[in-house]
């Protein structure tokens, strides 16, 4: 167990819908970053929060958005869903900026 | 904008055999940080080994070692004595020591042990 939590493991859905991907962090640490892994483009890097606050943005979509909340845990809200966003999607958190990443096991996520 | 090249797609070798996983990293600053991680066919990413950019002694843990060379912006790994459990794929990444602390992955080695 790596200390960060993603929820669901695995997700089927359909498209044009809209899901919620769940993190936590590992105890302590203030920055999550979501990342999304697909076959054909590797590990693409999405967004990242720090205490609460949005800190980077990646190759994200307008369809996606994210929020740190409080409690420091993070969800990944994906709307209007295609196809090709069927993927890995993980989630890493860092207790500084970035010192070390501890990765989640990921949430697979299917769109049919 | 830093880069990072694995271009060994695949590798596929026999148990017991050694193994060269080859990271070529492309950067502007002096300071920066080098991760390699594991996933395991079950899919989640394990963190191997983090170098700064200003410590170049290789390192060796157990059967894992590792070979950073300034010189020629590398940081390969080797399995020495490989075992099919090392069956993955490997990606190496970098990250920078200022700026938004984003690290940057290649597109990963998947490595194949056969037994």
């Known amino acids: 167990d790596s200390g960060v939590t993603q929820t669901p493991k695995h997700l089927i859905t359909a498209t044009g819908q809209r899901v919620t991907l769940r993190c936590s962090p590992r105890s302590g640490d203030l920055s999550v970053y979501w990342y999304q892994q697909s076959l054909d483009q590797g590990l693409q890097f999405l967004i990242q929060?720090?205490?609460?606050?949005?800190?980077a943005k990646g190759n994200i979509l307008e369809r996606f958005s994210a929020q740190q909340f409080p409690d420091l845990h993070s969800e990944l809200n994906l709307s209007s869903l295609e196809l090709g966003d069927s993927a890995l999607y993980f989630c890493?958190?860092?207790?500084?900026?970035?010192?070390?990443?501890?990765f989640g096991s990921g949430t697979r996520l299917t769109v049919v | 904008a830093q880069k990072v090249t694995q271009a060994q797609t695949e590798i596929s070798v026999v148990e017991k055999e050694d193994v060269t996983l080859d990271c070529v990293y492309e950067t502007r600053d002096t300071t920066y940080y080098l991760f390699w991680y594991k996933q395991p066919p079950s899919g989640e990413l394990v963190f191997l080994i983090r170098?700064?950019?200003?410590?170049?002694q290789n390192e060796i843990s157990g059967r894992y070692s590792w070979n950073f060379q300034k010189s020629t912006s590398s940081f390969n790994f080797t399995i020495t004595a490989s075992q099919v459990v090392d069956s993955a794929v490997y990606f190496c990444a970098l990250r920078l020591s200022g700026g938004s602390y984003i690290p940057t992955f290649g597109r990963g080695t998947s490595l194949i042990v056969h037994p």
């Open positions: 890493a958190s860092s207790a500084s900026q970035g010192y070390g990443y501890t």
């Open positions: 170098r700064n950019s200003f410590d170049e």
């Open positions: 929060y720090y205490n609460g606050e949005e800190r």
